[in-house]
């Protein structure tokens, strides 16, 4: 059974650090690999996918890479800013089966 | 972007009662769709798989007699929590995957509240 960790699972920093939120599965035979923000009370935002073939990819201020062999994926956020306060949620998924999600780790970027 | 749309996004309900809860795709056809559940500060669990024009497929522990789920059309899926009771009151939130996939996409979310 496939499983997701996330770590850590809370992170608070100052304004414009670059930081790295971690997700690891135990199953590495994985499809695709989707970052999500969630604010509280809200639905969830897609940030990233990467597809199994894929090592990374990069939207503005965020990159995510994806080690398949090792279970692991890193999202990276630079120079973070106080908008950037949310919960990052990991997910895997195999084909087009339900999504399985880690915990998440709240991020609080202080000004 | 795809956009998955849930309505409503919050509701609260007398003990006892149903509530219904939609999810539509707005600009694409779904076929498939998820039904999660989240607790406070926990992450989302799988309740049911929405199949068009068949019936649901439920997660072990998840009561479909509870949680009715109906699909009856490619872009609206439609959850009804019955008899409901205050440990019912969570966060609901669909998803489905745009043409098959990759990426999957997510409503709003519900916020349903029982008392």
């Known amino acids: 059974k496939q499983e997701v960790t996330q770590i850590p699972a809370a992170l608070s920093v100052p304004e414009g650090e670059n930081l790295v939120l971690n997700c690891s599965f135990t199953d590495s035979a994985i499809y695709n690999l989707q970052w999500f923000r969630q604010d509280p009370g809200k639905g969830l935002t897609s940030l990233l996918l990467i597809q199994s073939s894929q090592r990374e990819q990069t939207s503005g201020r965020l990159n995510a890479s994806l080690d398949k062999s090792s279970g692991r994926s890193t999202l990276y956020i630079a120079a973070s800013q106080p908008g950037d306060s949310a919960t990052y949620l990991c997910a895997v998924t195999v084909g087009n089966t339900p999504l399985v999600f880690g915990k998440g780790t709240r991020l609080s970027v202080i000004a | 972007g795809a956009v998955v749309s849930q309505h409503p996004s919050r509701v609260i309900c007398k003990s006892g009662t149903s509530v219904k809860i939609e999810c539509r795709s707005l600009d694409f056809q779904a076929t498939t769709m998820f039904w999660y559940r989240q607790f406070p500060k926990q992450s989302l669990m799988l309740m049911a798989t929405?199949?068009?024009?068949?019936?649901?497929?439920?997660e072990q522990g998840v009561e479909k007699d509870k949680f009715l789920i109906n699909h009856a059309s490619l872009t609206l899926s439609t959850l009804t929590v019955t008899s409901a009771h205050p440990e019912d009151s969570s966060f609901y939130i669909c998803?489905?995957?745009?043409?098959?996939?990759?990426?999957?996409?997510f409503g709003q979310g519900t916020r349903l509240t029982v008392v």
């Open positions: 929405s199949n068009e024009g068949s019936k649901a497929t439920y």
């Open positions: 998803s489905a995957f745009l043409d098959r996939g990759p990426e999957a996409f």
